[in-house]
């Protein structure tokens, strides 16, 4: 199957990523035949580490309900709060869930728990030992059906270190995969004619 490269520009699709992981199809990477089949399925999960700032709860009584990141309601006859009303176009197609508990999250401090939000590992005390996260184990299942098996991708890269992580992805031994975090780098990875070589050009002059 021929890749097929295509345009888009660097800073709209990098607008907004913070942390993010991905298992990416795009149509125009494929070919007509590709495109004509089944879409393989896509997954992401996005950290927001210090969490999403709403309306102050004390000075904004009577809106606070109104800004919160779960719908007012239950099951499918539920209504958007101001922060979700963009999801409005795609309410057939996801759910929102909560009520939900990450036990092992909870016996280290919530703000620094993206060691164990995608694997429910034990990475409290110092006996430091992690597990595989769900992202990685969907890349084994699906990965193969897209141009690349899993992207993994933060503001600072790398790996970080033991509750300041930078990366949300382990492998099947616990151990961290480096995320990417140059802009530049990414795109033209991903999107140049060359792909990696475009970058290694573009140092080497």
């Known amino acids: 199957m021929s890749q097929k490269s295509w345009q888009l520009d660097r800073r709209s699709f990098l607008q907004g990523a913070g942390v993010a992981l991905t298992l990416p199809y795009l149509d125009a990477m494929a070919d007509s035949t590709a495109r004509s089949a089944e ?5 992401c999960f996005m950290y927001f580490p210090n ?3 709403i ?3 004390k000075k904004f009584a009577g809106d606070h309900q ?6 007012m309601g239950q099951g499918t006859d539920y209504q958007f709060t101001n922060t ?6 795609h309410r057939s197609d996801i759910s929102i869930l909560g009520g939900l508990s990450h036990p092992k999250s909870r016996e280290v401090l919530g703000h620094i728990a993206g060691d164990s939000w995608l694997t429910g590992g034990d990475v ?9 996260s769900i992202d990685q184990v969907a890349s084994k299942q699906i990965g ?5 098996s899993s992207l993994v991708v933060s503001v600072d890269g790398g790996v970080g270190y033991q509750s300041r992580v930078s990366t949300l992805s382990f492998d099947d031994q616990g151990k961290p995969i480096p995320a990417e975090h140059r802009h530049r780098e990414i795109f033209e990875r991903y ?5 990696g070589a475009a970058t290694r050009e573009r140092r080497a002059h």
């Open 39 to 43: 879409k393989p399925k896509r997954l």
């Open 51 to 53: 969490g999403c700032g």
């Open 55 to 57: 309306p102050d709860k």
């Open 66 to 71: 109104k800004w919160s990141w779960f719908p």
């Open 84 to 89: 979700l009303e963009v999801l409005e176009p």
């Open 124 to 132: 409290s005390g110092s006996n430091y030992r992690n597990s595989i």
């Open 144 to 148: 193969q059906k897209t141009r690349y």
């Open 191 to 195: 999107f140049s004619p060359g792909g």
